[in-house]
């Protein structure tokens, strides 16, 4: 017999379902809601991977409690950044599980494939208007970017996050980041968002400063993004 979902479970991936069926550009992580449900603070490890050292580990600690403090009582943004394969979606979705929980409603988005169906939009058989998408995305309760610097560096690019970063930091809506590009690529390559983001009354920046964990994982421990 197949073992059930707890009702928790189900609402979580009833609510990934919503967010991507309502705004149709959440990001899908593996196949589908299932990989996402896998990252939760109960399998967040950490220790890290083998190679990983004390202070790495401190970093890893320091990130999971702010995280949790975060999902706890999300009023403010909080910004992950350090290497790929860190940890930060972890965490990010994380969040996202406890905010579904809460019965929050949560737009996860990876920043590029945003603003790809952002763009798509203005094609004439786009099912959703540019205009409603937009308004959906600066104004949800719980937003989370994916991966902020992947995205290729176009004005219209840069013009379309800096409108979301300044409304959402003006409105204070809940939001979290991850990056992986460091405080100077910041100031250097996105100097008005960095304006944002470097404020510490509304961000906490957490830096992870911890290797790639996917190549060396531990035996008993859980996957990481």
């Not at 980041?177 to 957490?206: G, N, P, Q």
Request: glycine share 6%; proline share 6%; with cysteine.
């Amino acid at each position: 017999m197949a073992r059930q979902q707890s009702p928790a479970r189900r609402r979580l991936a009833k609510g990934i379902a919503a967010a991507s069926a309502v705004c149709r550009v959440a990001r899908r992580i593996g196949d589908g809601p299932t990989g996402m449900l896998r990252m939760s603070f109960s399998n967040f490890d950490p220790r890290g991977g083998h190679s990983s050292k004390q202070q790495q580990q401190a970093s890893l600690e320091y990130a999971a409690k702010t995280a949790r403090d975060f999902a706890a009582d999300p009023n403010r943004w909080i910004l992950l950044t350090g290497p790929h394969g860190s940890g930060k979606t972890h965490l990010a979705v994380a969040i996202a599980g406890e905010a579904l929980r809460q019965n929050q409603t949560v737009f996860f988005a990876f920043v590029p494939d945003l603003l790809d169906h952002l763009r798509a939009t203005f094609s004439p058989n786009s099912p959703i208007a540019y205009d409603e998408l937009f308004e959906q995305i600066k104004t949800v309760p719980v937003l989370i970017l994916d991966d902020l610097g992947s995205e290729s560096s176009t004005s219209w690019a840069e013009e379309k996050l800096y409108q979301i970063m300044v409304y959402r930091h003006e409105t204070l809506l809940p939001t979290i980041i991850t990056a992986s590009f460091s405080v100077k690529d910041l100031k250097d390559d996105k100097s008005r968002i960095a304006s944002r983001l470097m404020d510490s009354i509304v961000v906490e920046w957490v830096p992870i400063d911890a290797p790639d964990y996917r190549g060396q994982r531990r035996s008993s421990g859980p996957n990481r993004r």
